[in-house]
Each structure stands twice: as structure tokens, then as C-alpha cells.
Nanobody
Framework: VQLQASGGGLVQPGGSLRLSCAAS????????IGWFRQAPGTERQFVAA????????KLADFVKGRFTISKDPAKNSVSLQMNSLTPEDTAVYYC?????????????????WGQGTLVTVSS
């Protein structure tokens, strides 16, 4: 199982970024894909997740109204659209796969992890 996260970068406060997580066909259709983030000196925290079917989504409270998660079947990828970014959103963002497709917010539920992509929100 391979997961490839991309789309990070430097953005000003109030700006937007779109992260993508490319996955294999089996993983894309059969697993929950989640996004997590980790800032220096902090624990990895849940951001958003979407089920294999795409019909179920879950967002952390602190991103509701700002972030959306979606699937692109043509690309076997899951996107995280991030709007109204603040410096507190600065972190390494990781995508991960839960083959049991539980739409969990728990990191322990996710078996496969991609490399992170750095998001820096700064003026």
C-alpha cells in the first residue's frame, strides 16, 4: 500500500491550500483515508477522513467550516481543501489508510501512512 501526500507549501494567513493523497486503486476504494497533522512538539492529531465509498466524512471540530475532504476517482486521490488558514494550522500533514474502513479519528486505527507534506501559514 502506497500513499503519496502532496500540495503543501507556504501560504499567508487567510489563504488556501489543497492537499492531495494519491493511493492505489484497492486502497482508494476499500479503505478510509484520513488526514492528520503534527506540529513541532505536539502529538499527531486528526483532521479529516472519508470512507472508501466516499459517502461518509468526518472533520475535526477545529476545521469545520474551513476544510473539506473529497475523493477524485479519476485520480485515485483524496483531497483536503483548506481555506481561511491561520498560523495555528502550520504543521506536517499526513494521509493514512484504514483498511477496515471505520471512519475513525484515532491514529491507531490507521495501518498505512504516507510521508508528510509541510504546510506553513505565515505572513
Amino acid at each position: 500500500v502506497q500513499l503519496q501526500a502532496s500540495g503543501g507549501g507556504l501560504v499567508q494567513p487567510g489563504g488556501s491550500l489543497r492537499l492531495s493523497c494519491a493511493a492505489s486503486y484497492v486502497t482508494f476504494n476499500g479503505a478510509t483515508i484520513g488526514w492528520f497533522r503534527q506540529a513541532p512538539g505536539t502529538e499527531r492529531q486528526f483532521v479529516a477522513a472519508i470512507t472508501g465509498s466516499g459517502r461518509g466524512t468526518k472533520l475535526a471540530d477545529f476545521v469545520k467550516g474551513r476544510f473539506t475532504i473529497s475523493k477524485d476517482p479519476a485520480k485515485n486521490s483524496v483531497s483536503l481543501q483548506m481555506n481561511s488558514l491561520t498560523p495555528e494550522d502550520t504543521a506536517v500533514y499526513y494521509c493514512a489508510a484504514d483498511p477496515r474502513d471505520t471512519l475513525s479519528f484515532r491514529t491507531a486505527q490507521y495501518t498505512y501512512w504516507g510521508q508528510g507534506t509541510l504546510v506553513t501559514v505565515s505572513s
